[in-house]
């Protein structure tokens, strides 16, 4: 199912380059599953193993990079690696939205080059990717800077971008606040972006980083439907963690 026809999707990111562990994670039926190219050491040819072990877990599972930046030289690489979806940090006006959409689209919606990679069966299944990659594919743009708070709605005039995604820590770092998250002016621009968001009809994304299910809740019932679950080294950690205090306290 394509995740974008959804009203809530709850996925997680990967940020160890396991295969392993992409693959046990999509299996436990995580909408959407990030493969982190910007802040973990994951490089192209290991996002395409990690691709392709996040749709043998289950072949529902969207995948989506997050890109080093945004540039047309790597998106399209990673799309033809297998990526369905592109997450993009750091986009802070309308032009630079205009560079996603043009990396991620085919002509006429974009400037995406032709040419074969896994997306497309290695050639074999090309036309039917072809006659869906600008409908099916997923772009979600990071507002994690004050700047691209202030140009909101110039960025989300600009057609196909499906989502938001918060960075709440470069975002409260931009206005000065650096991890203040229950500061009044970062909980009045979380509003001002969710109301933006409902405005435009895309997904409202945010991260919660600690694997606590209440936390996703909350943000559930704050207006947000798109929610990064944990990523993997925090839930591996924080499970070592738990059962070794537990196993100490009792001896």
């Given at each position: 199912m394509v995740i974008k026809n959804k009203?809530?999707?709850?996925g997680s990111w990967i940020n160890t380059a396991s295969p392993v562990a992409a693959e046990i994670m999509s299996a436990a039926g995580f909408d959407f599953l990030v493969v982190d190219a910007e802040h973990s050491a994951?490089?192209?040819s290991q996002a395409q193993s990690l691709f392709q072990a996040i749709k043998a877990g289950n072949p529902n599972c969207t995948t989506i990079i997050r890109l080093p930046g945004n540039q047309y030289s790597e998106t399209k690489r990673y799309l033809d690696a297998g990526a369905m979806g592109v997450l993009v940090p750091l986009v802070n006006t309308m032009e630079e939205a205009e560079e996603v959409v043009?990396?991620?689209k085919y002509p006429p919606l974009g400037e995406r080059g032709?040419?074969?990679g896994r997306s497309h069966g290695?050639?074999?299944?090309?036309d039917e990717y072809m006659s869906r990659a600008n409908d099916d594919i997923f772009i979600c743009i990071q507002i994690e800077h004050i700047r691209g708070v202030e140009n909101l709605d110039k960025i989300l005039s600009v057609k196909g971008i499906d989502a938001v995604f918060i960075g709440p820590y470069d975002l409260t770092a931009s206005m000065g606040i650096t991890a203040q998250f229950n500061h009044p002016k970062?909980?009045?621009t979380l509003n001002h972006i969710l109301t933006k968001c409902k405005e435009?009809?895309?997904f409202a994304g945010i991260h919660v980083v600690q694997p606590d299910p209440q936390s996703v809740n909350d943000r559930v019932k704050e207006g947000f439907s798109m929610i990064g679950y944990s990523l993997d080294i925090t839930m591996l950690g924080q499970s070592c963690r738990d059962g070794l205090a537990l196993i100490k306290k009792d001896l």
């Open positions: 009203k809530l999707i709850v994951v490089d192209i043009r990396s991620v032709v040419g074969f290695y050639g074999f299944q090309f970062y909980l009045s435009f009809g895309v």
